[in-house]
């Protein structure tokens, strides 16, 4: 990961010269990465990972823009988000403050109280080592709490809480809809998620895409039944790049392998926790300053909140039949797609939505042309790939999924072309920078 650890960070800081380290960008990236640890071992899906990183890096910037003159606060700006009240600042060291507010939401939006408390005393230790004074730290802390508190209001009124008791999928029998899927046959997953409150979207069928070809398994020579096989052709034939690529954006956080009899769990960062990660490396590689790595977290990471409601408005909508399923009733009752297919419904593709909303935030922050090294798989033992532009890595990212069989072209195409104008509106909607 780009972010390196803090002993690294304040290895050649001095005693009571602690600008450097405490204004130190890898250090906010440091933090999102111990989150995304948390988000991991956990087993959350990824949509309920995007509500996670969503909270938290808008508390960690609305302390930024309390602060620093440049960034202008999100409330209002989120309609339904009220501004934060007066509280004092005194010997409030406001990028401390960003990483314990961080920390507090993070924890407390989904996570069982201390998840997060090893890493914050760590936090709180290190900044000691590095000379911050005990008054600094206090009065970052108490800042950091009453912002926490505030987003945290403010979150539980966004009908996560209510959706844990809505009512199960109902599964249909009828041809060319969804049905569980090997080897988990799990029960469709977050069939209510487009009821959670947006952060930008007017609605959550604001950005509905193109509808996907119309079902037909009698006609072979109809665009759908065209891109079924094109599922398995592309499935039966993959090159060793193309393995590599569904490899690399498979981002299952919860795989389950069968070995006979035996079953077992793997588990990697979900689609929204891989590009948190994008968002350390791309600030990274361009020069970003602390505040500016946060605003960037922070509008990526509200981008692909809304774009996961946005894409599972339209799955469950459609409720389109994945095609494993359909190959194995009609074609090859022994295929298996490269990787392991989620269960919900296919159209259209969540990871190319949420991709090329997210892809166009980052352009806005650090432009069309930043070439980068994604390392985010290397500790799951998966090489890097070198990525020409955020929107390449989109398109990327969303031809993994016919590369592991487990979409259809169009699931691609439509979410890719929702999911960018979804983020090139929260680009116009949302202005962080003065």
Same mark, same amino acid.
């Given at each position: ?21 405490i ?42 823009a ?62 000691d ?9 206090n ?24 959706l ?27 069939? &209510? @998620? +487009?009821? =959670? ?6 609605? $959550?069928?604001?950005?509905?895409? /193109?509808?996907?070809?119309? %079902? ?57 926790? &891989? @590009? +948190?990660n =994008? ?6 590689? $361009?020069?970003?300053?602390f505040s /500016?790595?946060?605003?960037? %977290? ?43 297919t ?88 949302l202005?962080?920078?003065?």
């Open positions: 990961m780009v972010c390196m650890t803090i002993c690294l960070l304040i290895s050649c800081k001095q005693k009571g010269d602690y600008s450097s380290y204004s130190n960008p890898f250090l906010y990236c440091n933090t999102v990465k111990q989150l995304n640890n948390v988000v991991l071992e956990n087993n959350f899906p990824p949509m309920i990972a995007s509500r996670n990183y969503v909270y938290a890096n808008i508390a960690a910037y609305e302390v930024v309390s602060f620093d003159n440049r960034f202008v606060s999100l409330a209002g700006q989120i309609k339904h988000l009220p501004a934060f009240p007066k509280t004092d600042t005194a010997n409030v060291s406001y990028q401390l403050a960003a990483l314990l507010a961080f920390c507090k939401v993070g924890e407390a939006v989904t996570f069982p109280e201390g998840s997060m408390q090893t890493y914050v005393d760590k936090i709180k230790h290190d900044a080592s590095a000379g911050v004074s005990s008054n600094v730290i009065a970052s802390q108490r800042f950091a709490d009453s912002m926490s508190a505030h987003i945290i209001r403010w979150s539980k009124k966004d009908n996560y809480l209510q844990r008791t809505a009512p199960k999928f109902a599964i249909t029998t009828d041809e060319g809809r969804w049905v569980p899927t090997p080897p988990m046959y799990a029960q469709a997953l977050e069939p &209510h @998620w +487009m009821e =959670i409150r947006p952060m930008v979207m007017d609605s $959550a069928s604001q950005f509905k895409p /193109t509808p996907h070809p119309t %079902y037909s398994i009698s006609n072979i020579s109809s665009d759908f039944y065209k891109a079924l096989l094109e599922v398995k052709a592309i499935g039966d034939s993959l090159t060793e790049e193309q393995k590599h690529i569904a490899d690399f954006w498979d981002d299952n956080p919860f795989k389950m392998n069968v070995s006979g009899h035996i079953m077992f769990a793997t588990k990697k960062f979900s689609p929204s926790g &891989h @590009w +948190m =994008i968002v350390g490396i791309g600030a990274q590689k $361009a020069g970003a300053d /500016t790595t946060v605003a960037a %977290y922070a509008q990526t990471s509200i981008a692909l909140f809304d774009a996961f409601i946005s894409c599972w408005d339209e799955k469950y909508r459609s409720n389109l039949v994945r095609p494993e399923s359909l190959i194995n009733k009609y074609i090859a009752s022994d295929w298996q797609p490269y990787i392991q989620p269960p919900f419904p296919s159209h259209t593709s969540g990871h190319a939505t949420i991709s090329a909303a997210a892809a166009e935030t980052m352009t806005n922050w650090f432009g069309n042309n930043l070439s980068f090294t994604d390392t985010s798989l290397l500790e799951f033992g998966i090489k890097n790939r070198q990525i020409e532009s955020f929107r390449l890595a989109a398109r990327e990212a969303a031809m993994s999924r016919l590369y592991g069989g487990i979409h259809y072209r169009f699931d691609n195409e439509h979410g890719t072309e929702a999911g960018a104008r979804l983020g090139e509106f929260i680009v116009q909607r202005k962080l920078k003065k």
